[in-house]
């Protein structure tokens, strides 16, 4: 059982937009900058998105995060075939005094 | 251009010590933590730990009793060791460069079997 809850699945056409959700609680998502982290098939993660909004050089500005109280969320816009992958939100945690992530979120592009 | 190469054992029988290196190419340790994360086969990931250069740790607290992550500046390098491992140890395992993970090595994966 993850400390940060998503939605096992999320599916969407070529060229639409798609939003995954990562709720927490005040001890982590309330209080922490949130990170985002797409993983390809048999690959490691890549980080896609840091401090709640921030794009890593080289990640297209079709991905987009932000943050709103305990929960955030990770905008996919213009959807493409290679986006299909698994989704990861992640955060510091003040209670248990350690980083925690979503159980992740299996993106299909239909 | 940071790479991160990792090593160790694959394959460990219940109640061994699992060691893992990972060593900094391209940069240097200086300036950030270092990190170990696990994967168990078809599931999620698990944040274990992280090392400062200067040696200072942060570890999981339901691990914390069986890890050990140290850093040798010397050799632009990190490692872990968990030790009293059991099938529910086996996973692919991460290191990754500071507490944002923004570069990853390969990853290994551990199996625990007897």
């Known amino acids: 059982q993850s400390v940060l809850t998503q939605s096992p699945s999320a599916s969407g056409t070529p060229g639409q937009r798609v939003t995954i959700s990562c709720s927490g609680s005040s001890s982590n998502i309330g209080s922490n900058y949130v990170y985002w982290y797409q993983q390809l098939p048999g690959t490691a993660p890549k980080l896609l998105i840091y401090k709640n909004n921030q794009r890593p050089s080289g990640v297209p500005d079709r991905f987009s995060g932000s943050k709103s109280g305990t929960s955030a969320s990770l905008a996919i816009s213009g959807l493409r075939a290679e986006d299909e992958a698994d989704y990861y939100c992640?955060?510091?945690?003040?209670?248990?005094?350690?980083?925690?992530f979503g159980g992740g979120t299996k993106l299909t592009v239909l | 251009q940071v790479q991160l190469q990792q090593w160790g054992a694959g394959l460990l029988k219940p109640s061994e010590t699992l060691s893992l290196t990972c060593v900094v190419y391209?940069?240097?340790?200086?300036?950030?933590?270092w990190t170990w994360i696990r994967q168990p086969p078809g599931k999620g990931l698990e944040w274990i730990g992280e090392i400062s250069h200067r040696g200072s740790t942060k570890y999981n607290p339901s691990l914390k009793s069986r890890v050990t992550i140290s850093v040798d500046t010397s050799k632009n390098q990190f490692s872990l060791k968990l030790t009293s491992v059991t099938a529910a140890d086996t996973a692919v395992y991460y290191c990754?460069?500071?507490?944002?993970?923004?570069?990853w090595g390969p990853g290994t994966l551990v199996t625990v079997s007897s």
């Open positions: 992640a955060t510091w945690d003040d209670s248990l005094s350690a980083w925690v």
């Open positions: 990754a460069r500071g507490e944002e993970l923004g570069d």
């Open positions: 391209g940069g240097s340790l200086s300036g950030y933590y």
